[in-house]
């Protein structure tokens, strides 16, 4: 079980603070509109990625899925980590938002902000394919005879997201005080550690899928 929350500490740090829509949507809007329109709009993004965490989880009970096409998947999957931590080590960096007083938003503009950040992910195929590479991963460390494996999974992802809004929580909170140091040069050192993070994620995996296909038995 310890392995698991670590599991999902790592994977949620990673997914946390890889720069995109999401990332700049919840900066903007908390320097913008205030700390509790951020915090809205990141638990709009959580309640889309449990969309998608429970969408695929449960859609993959529908489909027959061999070993071997699990490990087609994780090998596949720590290739794209590989080249994504490239493309955010080399990515441009840019910021674009205005500051401007912060003020308090009423509950409509809450469940405004919140339906925006669920908006934004659920119909981002980036988040999506963020997410599939992840279960595949999962389902790669903790295959079919790892005692307790649904559990394992259920507490890695619980982990994930937990750690997840607690950050963007965490952001949102300082992005006020953070506002001068929010520069194109920030962006590119965070970019940087993002890159790095995806590109060790990678070896882990195939770390994982080496030893998995030495120690497992024939046919496994």
Sequence with gaps: MIEAIISGIGFGLVLTFLTGPVFFALIKTSLEKGFQAGVALALGVVCSDMVFVGAILFGSQYFDVTPHDKIYAGVVGSVILFVIGIYYIFKKAQTSYKTTTLPV???????????KGFLMCIFNP??????TIVIGAASTVYHEGVPNRSL????????????QFGLDTTKAFYADKLRDKISV???HRLNEVAGIALIIASLV?????VTHI???PPGA
């Design 126 to 131: 980036t988040i999506l394919f963020h997410w």
């Design 205 to 209: 995996l195939v770390d994982k899928l």
């Design 214 to 216: 030495i120690f497992s």
């Design 152 to 163: 394992k999974i259920g507490i890695m992802f619980l982990t994930i997201l937990i750690v």
């Design 185 to 187: 040069k920030f962006i």
């Design 105 to 115: 938003p009423t509950r409509l503009h809450r469940a405004g902000y919140f339906l």
